[in-house]
């Protein structure tokens, strides 16, 4: 089954708690809400719980403090960074100005990253191998072909605010159903991974805590 | 809502929990069997680990979504199992948190099932996202690893460049699309290859057919036909025996496809009645 507790005492109590609390988020569709809200708790502070010890233990001790305990001059920069994080803890007493600064610089981080990463890592290696297929037969040609009509469609498909001809509201409205179409088969890939989630709690339950299947 | 209806909104769920456990209960159906899997997905697999060199070098990105988890879960523990089979040495990190959790636990469970601790090493949680990936390429700084001491030193040395072999276990928002465009561009050629949940297929599947990703596991299907072929020897206690149950899933997605329907016919019937009682007045 999980695999994910021993043998011992403390997992033995593990499993009857997460066995527990599996018991009364099921419950939750047969109308129990009080007990779930206190479980969504529970979740809501091990979660948080988590975040704080990983963040202490594995980011701001071993990157941040002890670097700098060790040569407090070796590396400006995370000087910089402290700065920047007391400028975030800080943001309800300081000057919107201020504030903004660490917020800014960590958006404009992740997007020249994402995009630059996106454009070298996605798009110019998925057009070339759209446009060069090696061995590609007439099918591979046509579903490249296909991939580019629908692509083009569902881009019209977001153009707003600017003066259209027949033809081009044409193609954003079938482009809009092709991503509707899109999103509903995506749909159907979550269906089938958020039930396989109900069915490793319900083998969990038969399984791991009740011993019912081997 | 009619009382009626009220009952059914309540005693549906309950009652699909309780079909889906008696068919958990049930045998396994051989007509059900997803090994039968011919789309190539595990023989890839296969092939990559097989022409990794003697003693490789392996870096998971574990970063699981711990909602998708239990899909790709057996065949990740196969995963593991294989490359210590062959001999690999596996480090582990992770951009997420979430993916950190379950990492931790798949450690553990490593730990607990006496898998060989100078093969495995934890390279912790890093951060900042895509900026941590770039990082990682840049350098790597393994914490304090008692009993991984040569494999840490090695990877401490060498850095990325080490590897032999990345597998990515997607599922959160740092999965083998951001490996591909962060990691890829900025180290020499290695075969990436990923573990993903189903959900993931249509963002993941383009990198395979460009070849960007070496190989992939995206399906149920395709994890349970890996599970078959794979041949780790003694290793197979840390295996997880048997995975998601055909029988089940199968009535859990015919009673969805049906509540869908259900609705669909439900707004025809109506759209229906509508016209014609505009036609009659």
Redesign the interface.
């Known amino acids: 089954m999980s695999g994910l507790f021993g043998d011992g005492p403390a997992e033995v109590v593990g499993t009857w708690v997460a066995a527990l609390v599996t018991l009364v988020v099921l419950g939750s569709m047969l109308g129990e809400r009080r007990v779930f809200g206190w479980s969504q708790h529970l979740l809501a502070g091990l979660a948080t719980g988590f975040l704080a010890l990983v963040a202490i233990r594995e980011v701001i001790a071993p990157r941040l403090v002890e670097p700098l305990a060790a040569d407090p001059g070796g590396r400006p920069e995370l000087w910089g960074g402290v700065a920047l994080v007391a400028a975030a803890a800080a943001a309800p007493w300081l000057p919107r100005r201020i504030t903004a600064v660490p917020t800014s610089v960590a958006i404009g981080a992740l997007a020249a990253f994402a995009l630059a990463g996106a454009v070298v890592g996605t798009l110019l290696p998925q057009l070339g191998a759209a446009i060069a297929r090696p061995g590609g037969g007439l099918g591979a040609t046509a579903v490249g072909v296909i991939g580019a009509v629908v692509t083009g469609l569902v881009l019209i498909g977001f153009v707003h605010g600017v003066p259209r001809g027949r033809i081009l509201t044409s193609a954003a409205a079938v482009g809009r159903w092709l991503l509707i179409v899109g999103i509903g088969a995506w749909l159907g890939y979550l269906v089938l991974s958020r039930l396989i989630l109900l069915l490793d709690r319900i083998g969990f339950l038969l399984g791991d805590w009740l011993g019912l299947v081997p | 809502m009619s009382e009626r209806r009220v009952s059914w909104a309540?005693?549906g769920?309950?009652l699909l929990?309780v079909v889906?456990?008696a068919a958990?209960?049930l045998p396994e159906l051989p007509a059900l069997g997803l090994e039968a899997s011919d789309d190539g997905a595990p023989a890839g697999m296969g092939a990559t680990f097989d022409e990794l060199g003697p003693d490789p070098l392996v870096l998971v990105g574990f970063d699981a979504d711990i909602?998708?988890y239990?899909?790709v879960?057996p065949t990740v523990?196969t995963v593991m199992a294989d490359l210590l089979a062959r001999d690999a040495r596996i480090a582990f990190v992770s951009l997420t948190?979430e993916g950190?959790?379950v990492a931790l636990?798949e450690q553990?469970?490593l730990e607990?099932a006496e898998a060989n601790a100078n093969r495995l090493l934890d390279l912790?949680?890093i951060?900042g996202?895509?900026?941590g990936l770039?990082d990682l390429t840049k350098g790597i700084?393994p914490?304090e690893n008692p009993t991984a001491q040569a494999f840490a030193r090695e990877v401490a040395a060498t850095g990325i460049a080490a590897f032999d072999a990345i597998v990515v276990v997607g599922g959160n928002d740092l999965g083998p699309?951001?490996w591909?465009?962060?990691v890829?561009?900025r180290i020499e050629p290695v075969p990436i290859v990923a573990i993903t949940?189903?959900?993931l297929?249509?963002e993941v599947l383009?990198y395979v057919?460009?070849?960007?990703l070496a190989a992939l596991l995206g399906t149920?299907r395709d994890g349970a036909a890996y599970r078959a072929t794979a041949e780790v020897g003694p290793l197979e206690r840390l295996v997880?025996?048997g995975g998601?149950?055909p029988l089940?899933?199968l009535i859990?997605?015919l009673v969805?496809l049906g509540v869908m329907g259900q609705a669909l016919v439900v707004r025809l019937i109506g759209a229906t009645r509508s016209l014609g009682d505009r036609d009659d007045a």
Do not use: M, N
């Not at chain 2, 057919?209 to 960007?212: D, F, L, N, R």
């Open positions: 309540l005693l769920p309950g929990v889906l456990g958990w209960l909602g998708t239990a899909e879960r523990r948190v950190r959790a636990a553990a469970r607990r912790g949680l951060p996202a895509e900026a770039v700084r914490g699309r951001s591909i465009e962060q890829a561009p949940p189903s959900v297929l249509p383009p057919a460009s070849g960007q149920p997880e025996p998601p149950r089940p899933v859990g997605l969805a």
